[in-house]
């Protein structure tokens, strides 16, 4: 079992940055494929971003690709979101979650098992 924190999120304005951490629980986070969703008020979840288990595969959503970057660092369980040239549409809940049982990088939300309570990032035009 593996429990999830993210952090970094908070206001900021169209065209900044931000960087999010999701810090992971356990000695096996290696083993776990991780994902970032996000949720606006209204919306449902929906993929963003994700990483195979050495960090080797990435996946990105059309509405985020050229501007996010994930990445993880197994040696401080952690994956980040780097989060550039965000605009107003990027305003939601940024959610991680990991999955030990899914080999490659999945855009559901039911193929994960674990996750994060949420941090809420908002984009001001």
């Known amino acids: 079992q593996v429990q999830l924190v993210e952090s970094g999120g908070g206001l900021v304005q169209a065209g900044g940055s931000l960087r999010l951490s999701c810090a992971a629980s356990g000695r096996t986070f290696s083993s776990y494929t991780v994902g970032w969703f996000r949720q606006a008020p209204g919306k449902e979840r929906e993929f963003v971003a994700g990483?195979?288990?050495?960090?080797?595969?990435?996946l990105y959503a059309d509405s985020v690709k050229g501007r996010f970057t994930i990445s993880r660092d197994n040696a401080k369980n952690t994956v980040y979101l780097q989060m550039n040239s965000l605009n107003p549409e990027d305003t939601a809940v940024y959610y991680c979650a990991a999955s030990f049982r899914i080999a490659t990088i999945q855009l559901m939300v039911r193929s994960y098992d674990y996750w994060g309570q949420g941090t809420q990032v908002t984009v001001s035009s």
């Open positions: 990483i195979s288990r050495s960090g080797g595969s990435k």
